[in-house]
């Protein structure tokens, strides 16, 4: 999508940490989120950041920096169901939602 | 009770022709959208209405349209079907709060379209 860049793929193992990283261009910023979706199934809410700090959601934990245009999402003792993909995505000035790519998260045991 | 549903689920039709993928939301949603995601994943906004009124839309062929005949429910008709028109068609919904959209979308399963 435009102007969220977010890694294509990364690998961990079960048990572990994994800290997934987005970027986005500061300009008209009204919130971030991020979705979850497993392969062939609807995306589905995780968090909503509009102010800086961390958010904390269970094993999920949801970062935000405005000055950086950078967030992180924070999966703590990864299960093989966490296995999915990611989708970042910006709330811009008009309040649409500006989608990144996702990054597909593939976890070992 | 399933609170956005789509049908149909999976759609192969043959290129030129005409075809409809309906929406219904029982969440009492204000907003409704649209989104197709290709192949890389992208998910792209096409559609939104607000209250049966169009509010967004985005850079679509007219060979799409959109039609609400109520708050819960918008339909995607598709005409003259293209290869490149192959996706996955997500619907969902969104409650807008203090006249703002949130940002908290509700997605259906969505319909996977193969236009061979």
């Known amino acids: 999508g435009q102007n969220i860049d977010q890694p294509t793929e990364m690998t961990a193992t079960e048990g572990a940490i994994v800290q997934i990283n987005c970027t986005y261009q500061?300009?008209?910023?009204?919130?971030l989120f991020w979705y979850q979706q497993h392969a062939g199934e609807a995306p589905t809410f995780l968090s909503y950041?509009?102010l800086d700090g961390l958010e904390e959601k269970g094993r999920f934990s949801s970062f935000l920096s405005r000055s950086k245009g950078y967030s992180y999402l924070l999966l703590k003792e990864l299960q093989m169901k966490d296995s999915a993909s990611y989708l970042c995505?910006?709330?811009?000035?008009?309040?649409?939602?500006?989608w990144g790519a996702g990054t597909k998260l593939i976890i070992k045991p | 009770d399933t609170a956005v549903s789509q049908t149909p689920k999976y759609l192969v039709t043959q290129m030129g022709n005409d075809k409809s993928i309906k929406c219904e939301q029982n969440?009492?949603?204000?907003?409704m959208y649209w989104y197709k995601q290709d192949s890389k994943k992208f998910l792209k906004i096409m559609f939104s209405?607000?209250?049966?009124?169009?509010?967004i839309n985005e850079t679509v062929p007219n060979r799409f349209s959109p039609k609400s005949p109520d708050k819960a429910h918008l339909n995607l008709h598709i005409n003259s079907l293209e290869l490149g028109d192959s996706a996955v068609y997500f619907c969902?919904?969104?409650?807008?709060?203090?006249?703002?959209?949130?940002?908290?979308?509700?997605f259906g399963e969505g319909s996977r379209l193969t236009v061979l």
């Open positions: 969902a919904s969104s409650q807008d709060t203090g006249g703002h959209r949130t940002g908290e979308l509700f």
């Open positions: 969440l009492g949603h204000d907003t």
């Open positions: 209405y607000n209250n049966k009124e169009l509010i």
């Open positions: 500061t300009s008209g910023f009204n919130g």
């Open positions: 950041n509009v």
């Open positions: 995505a910006q709330l811009d000035s008009n309040y649409q939602l500006i």
